[in-house]
């Protein structure tokens, strides 16, 4: 279906971009200003903070308006504006797969520098795992499935900003020593709040969270060693909860005498209710925010990691 969708992409993708440079007779690279599309809101968080101060340079997110990445489609728009971009930063994962297909047919290298996280963040990714107790998909995974969530580690946003900056510098070399500058200070905001998570999680009375939802947080349960138990993995389409699972969490949550249930972002928490509910549990239902849906207005990057940091506290201390 994927490459189906693809396929057809690559077919309107053609006529828009005949139909609409005929119209505008120019692109976005002959308006004169270098745009950067980023298919997710971390990554345009931190390009506009690396950015900062630019001339001639604009910065748009791609998946907007609280789209999830597990389950957005491209629009033929959404491939023209793509392909007239100056750089594309997309993660590199199965949410985004449909990138692998299109990409090659419509995107000119010479003009669009086309960058993928997990690329860019190399032997650091992680596979998807699948841990004691987690429901299996119905449908089986290709195995060795990369864990696509990279940002929800501060250690690899200071690896990937740096990633990006070096890029930005090679094909904008009119704002290097900028870009340069800009990401010196945003790596030592990152890098200060990295020590807090670690000084604040340091001497924890629990070391286990219990997820009562998909579990996209294994890069930054891993920074700090902490343990977890979960309903479903990370890029998971399941939503329905079996018996097992349910009984396993409730089983887990009694036995560890944890204070809290996590859920992420979008839950309507009707997994963990039923959690409690099982286990006759009055632990606290906590929600740690995996900025997959993200609106570009209201919250930064790092005001997000910051909340979640206050969650954590919550459920671990």
Same mark, same amino acid.
């Given at each position: 279906?994927?490459?189906?969708?693809?396929?057809?992409?690559?077919?309107?993708?053609?006529?828009?971009?005949?139909?609409?440079?005929?119209?505008?007779?120019?692109?976005?690279?002959? &308006?004169?200003?270098?745009?950067?599309?980023?298919?997710?809101?971390?990554?345009?968080?931190?390009?506009?903070?690396?950015?900062?101060?630019?001339?001639?340079?604009?910065?748009?997110?791609?998946?907007?308006?609280?789209?999830?990445?597990?389950?957005?489609?491209?629009?033929?728009?959404?491939?023209?504006?793509? &392909?007239? &971009?100056?750089?594309?930063? =997309?993660?590199?994962?199965?949410?985004?797969?449909?990138?692998?297909?299109?990409?090659?047919?419509?995107?000119?290298?010479?003009?669009?520098?086309?960058?993928?996280?997990?690329?860019?963040?190399?032997?650091?990714?992680?596979?998807?795992?699948?841990?004691?107790?987690?429901?299996?998909?119905?449908?089986?995974?290709?195995?060795?499935?990369?864990?696509?969530?990279?940002?929800?580690?501060?250690?690899?946003?200071?690896?990937?900003?740096?990633?990006?900056?070096?890029?930005?510098?090679?094909?904008?070399?009119?704002?290097?020593?900028? =870009?340069?500058?800009?990401?010196?200070? =945003?790596?030592?905001?990152?890098?200060?709040?990295?020590?807090?998570?670690?000084?604040?999680?340091?001497?924890?009375?629990?070391?286990?969270?219990?997820?009562?939802?998909?579990?996209?947080?294994?890069?930054?349960?891993?920074?700090?060693?902490?343990?977890? =138990?979960?309903?479903?993995?990370?890029?998971?389409?399941?939503?329905?909860? &079996?018996?097992?699972?349910?009984?396993?969490?409730?089983?887990?949550?009694?036995?560890?005498?944890?204070?809290?249930?996590?859920?992420?972002?979008?839950?309507?928490?009707?997994?963990?209710?039923?959690?409690?509910?099982?286990?006759?549990?009055?632990?606290?239902?906590?929600?740690?925010?995996?900025?997959?849906?993200?609106?570009?207005?209201?919250?930064?990057?790092?005001?997000?990691?910051?909340?979640?940091?206050?969650?954590?506290?919550?459920?671990?201390?």
């Amino acid at each position: 279906m994927k490459r189906v969708l693809s396929l057809l992409l690559v077919v309107l993708l053609a006529f828009s971009a005949l139909t609409g440079c005929a119209a505008s007779g120019e692109t976005q690279q002959d &308006s004169g200003k270098y745009t950067i599309i980023a298919a997710v809101y971390p990554v345009y968080d931190w390009l506009k903070n690396i950015t900062d101060g630019a001339e001639n340079v604009e910065v748009e997110l791609l998946v907007d308006g609280g789209a999830d990445l597990h389950s957005y489609q491209p629009t033929a728009d959404d491939m023209v504006r793509i &392909s007239h &971009s100056d750089m594309f930063v =997309y993660v590199g994962g199965v949410s985004d797969a449909w990138v692998g297909d299109a990409m090659n047919s419509i995107v000119s290298r010479d003009k669009t520098d086309v960058v993928d996280l997990l690329t860019v963040l190399g032997d650091k990714v992680k596979e998807e795992e699948e841990v004691e107790g987690m429901q299996p998909e119905e449908e089986e995974e290709e195995e060795g499935a990369k864990d696509e969530h990279v940002w929800l580690s501060l250690r690899n946003a200071e690896a990937l900003c740096k990633g990006l900056s070096k890029s930005l510098e090679q094909h904008n070399e009119a704002n290097a020593a900028l =870009y340069r500058k800009n990401t010196d200070a =945003y790596l030592k905001k990152l890098d200060a709040l990295d020590k807090r998570y670690s000084e604040a999680l340091y001497d924890r009375k629990y070391d286990t969270l219990l997820f009562a939802d998909r579990f996209p947080f294994r890069y930054l349960t891993d920074d700090y060693d902490i343990r977890y =138990y979960a309903a479903f993995a990370g890029c998971s389409a399941e939503s329905e909860a &079996s018996f097992e699972t349910v009984a396993f969490l409730s089983q887990k949550l009694n036995e560890l005498k944890l204070p809290a249930v996590i859920t992420i972002d979008g839950s309507d928490q009707k997994i963990a209710k039923t959690v409690l509910s099982t286990a006759g549990s009055d632990a606290e239902i906590l929600t740690l925010d995996s900025m997959q849906s993200v609106k570009t207005d209201g919250d930064s990057y790092l005001s997000v990691m910051e909340s979640n940091l206050e969650v954590l506290k919550k459920a671990l201390l």
